[in-house]
């Protein structure tokens, strides 16, 4: 029997009957897009697909009240919440943490899409493709680097839902015991180069990849929101 509670992580084990009976963990005090709310993340990620093909997941899940692909700022908002909320249940949210570990191993992929422009901002899209997209403006070129070090930290905010540097980094800690790292292009192209937001863990860091091919296929995190 599925159970929630408002101030901790919930684990709600497996059964055979349906996705509702699928493993999840249930996420309180989400902050996205400005609300605070409660999520639902799942133990399966999706299969292996490009973000166009994410999209049309995300339609048809979503409309059907099922789990479905999410962008980056809610992926991030999940990881957040649940590192602040660690020590409210310490065993559940050690579980959740190392399937976070696991999971961002396997390039998951988002529906976050940064268009870079040959000139002037750059286009950040959230939900691409979707009937939530929303988008945003602003420069996201420039040089590879730990995201303490970057001189254009409010990029971030438009990537990840917050600038905040030192809790991205305290987060990145608790998951995966390295500080985060951005990757992005580095310079203007003569045309529009259209690339994918993707995370990765490894050894020397938990990457925020802004230069993913569109084409490329990964897994994704699965979501839904409880209230």
Known sequence: ????????????????????????????KVFYKGKTGTYRLFEKMTPEMNQEQLAALYE??????????????????????????????????????????????????????????????????????????????????GPDNWINKISDKNILEKLLGTSNIEQINEVSQWINRTNSYLWRLKSNSKTKDERVARFYAYDDGLDLLCDGYHLDEYPAFRVLKVD
């Open 1 to 28: 029997m599925e159970t929630t509670k408002k101030s901790e992580i919930v684990y709600n084990a497996p059964t055979i009957r349906s996705w509702k009976d699928e493993g999840h963990f249930i996420i309180p």
């Open 60 to 141: 048809k899940e979503k409309q059907k009240g099922n789990p479905y692909p999410t962008d980056a700022p809610l992926i991030w908002a999940i990881c957040t919440s649940a590192y602040i909320l660690k020590n409210e249940n310490p065993e559940t949210s050690k579980k959740l943490k190392n399937l976070l570990e696991n999971n961002f191993k396997r390039y998951p992929n988002t529906l976050t899409k940064i268009i870079y422009n040959p000139s002037g901002k750059d286009k950040i899209i959230h939900n691409y493709k979707t009937s939530d997209q929303y988008s945003l403006d602003g420069k996201v070129v």
